[in-house]
């Protein structure tokens, strides 16, 4: 089987809070969102928060429209889904929204911002695709199968893609629900093609 380099993205941790041991091997990559704006420079914000004692999470990877930030090694077991060992976690910036009638609910408080049709916005479109490109080479490193687990799927044990959502509805350590209403069947189909991508193309050299 072909040996393929793990992302190396712009490093700033690392985070204040994560666990002894190793994380190794990697059996799934667990998506989230950060509860703040999808904007350039949010990636960076969510890296120094996590640095920060007083934030009581921390993740491997954060994405914005601009560019991916590395806020804890992969061997390093992060605070992001518990059970968090064997995991990675990657953190969109981004305010997520259940449902597009609990948001026209919402709206007067939460604003455009949780509009669940918020991911065909540039912005959006953009931090999508960078998230496609980390899950893909995180995927291939790690020989994680571009599978989306529910939560059915990972009480069995198997390998994959997920959601914090689906983490809490599988174990019941903590309640989190992100990242919400995302496009879920896109993002797996783009990161499936992504990996096809980079195989073809390491053939080649």
């Known amino acids: 089987m072909a040996n393929y380099p793990a992302p190396s993205p712009r490093y700033i941790g690392p985070p204040a809070h994560t666990s002894t041991g190793s994380n190794k091997p990697i059996h799934r990559i667990v998506i989230h969102a950060t509860v703040s704006p999808c904007v350039k420079g949010g990636a960076v914000s969510t890296a120094h928060y996590f640095q920060n004692p007083a ?6 990877y954060t994405t914005d429209p601009g560019e991916v930030i590395q806020c804890a090694y ?16 990657i953190e969109m910036c981004d305010m997520p929204a259940l449902s597009m009638k609990r948001w026209r609910r919402a709206a007067p408080r939460h604003g455009a911002s949780r ?5 065909i916005e540039p912005n959006h479109r953009a931090m999508l695709r960078r998230t496609i490109n980390l899950t893909a080479e995180l995927c291939l490193a790690y020989n994680v199968p571009a599978v989306f687990l529910s939560p059915r ?23 989190h629900w992100d990242p919400g209403v995302w496009p879920r069947r896109l993002f797996m189909r783009e990161v499936r093609k992504e990996i096809a991508r980079i195989k073809a193309t390491h053939k080649e050299k």
């Open 115 to 119: 509009n669940p049709m918020r991911w």
């Open 55 to 60: 934030a009581g999470g921390s993740a491997h």
């Open 153 to 175: 799927m990972l009480r069995a044990g198997r390998h994959g893609i997920t959601t914090h959502n689906n983490v809490s509805k599988a174990f019941h350590q903590s309640s």
């Open 74 to 89: 992969d061997s390093v077991i992060c605070w992001h889904a518990p059970p968090n060992d064997n995991s990675l976690g």
